[in-house]
């Protein structure tokens, strides 16, 4: 891949994606996005990527939303323009590989594209997470959106309506489920390491069939989910067994840092 606005390396079944537009609070801009749908292409396609890390370079933010100054391309006719989701979102690009977000500073705006549909989502103690839009006369739509599938309807309406009035506090975060980690921040990225390690020792079909099987469920009635998730538990693994020995695997206590 010939990448402009991120670093992508793997290692031992881990793939780390770091933003790396530092200077601009990791804003993203055109590139970002071609950068990104190389990247779901790759990590779809690649077996010896079995997780995804998602972090970002720089003190200041995780990311602050689209780049104001360069913008993105949009096509002249509104009717066929796209929503920049569909090169940032791993969900959106049917990547079933577990991604771990480890956010810090500020993640506001367009940040949420990646936030809405992480699988799991830690941040540092001095993480703020906002949505301006609406400051600057802009309806809030599509990230609001995606977060109201993952937090309280409530809490995704305060954040939409309140705009750069209020910044919510990594604490609160926690409370409503948006994160389930708050770390120091020198300890952010190793935890998410730690936590993408955890997973991709797994067996990764299963991992990939339990990612799909939940996030499918948010577009379907109940019983719908119940009957297709039944299917998905038989896929790759059609006698019904364990794939591992349960004896041979150490057991580990999962515990609040």
């Known amino acids: 891949m010939n990448l402009k606005t991120v670093r992508y390396e793997v290692a031992e079944h881990v793939a780390t994606i770091t933003l790396n537009r530092p200077e601009v609070m990791n804003s993203f801009n055109q590139a970002t996005l071609d950068d990104f749908a190389q ?15 998602l972090r970002a370079a720089g003190e ?27 090169q940032l979102s791993p969900k959106l690009n049917r990547v079933w590989k577990p991604v771990v ?37 802009m309806t809030a739509a599509l990230e609001p959106i995606g977060l109201a599938r993952r937090v309280p309807l409530g809490e995704a309406l305060r954040i939409a309506l309140l705009g750069l009035d209020e910044r919510m506090s990594p604490e609160r975060a926690l409370q409503i489920g948006l994160v389930s980690e708050i770390l120091p921040r020198s300890r952010l990225w190793p935890r998410a390491a730690e936590l993408a390690g955890l997973i991709a020792a797994k067996p990764p079909a299963a991992i990939q069939g339990t990612v799909r099987a939940i996030w499918e469920s948010l577009d379907s009635t109940r019983t719908q989910a119940l009957h297709t998730g039944l299917s ?26």
């Open 60 to 86: 200041r933010a995780f990311c602050t939303g689209v780049d104001v100054k360069e913008g993105i391309d949009r096509h002249p006719n509104v009717w066929t323009r796209s929503d920049p989701g569909e």
């Open 39 to 53: 990247i779901w292409a790759t990590v779809k396609s690649d077996d010896d990527v079995h997780v995804v890390v």
């Open 232 to 257: 998905y538990t038989l896929l790759g693994n059609p006698v019904g067994q364990a794939e591992i020995d349960r004896g041979s695997v150490p057991r580990r206590t999962w515990t609040l840092r």
């Open 101 to 137: 977000c480890a956010v810090h500073g500020m993640a506001a705006g367009g940040a949420f594209y990646w936030i809405n549909e992480s699988d799991i989502v830690i941040c540092s103690d001095d993480a703020t997470f906002f949505d301006p839009h609406v400051s600057y006369g």
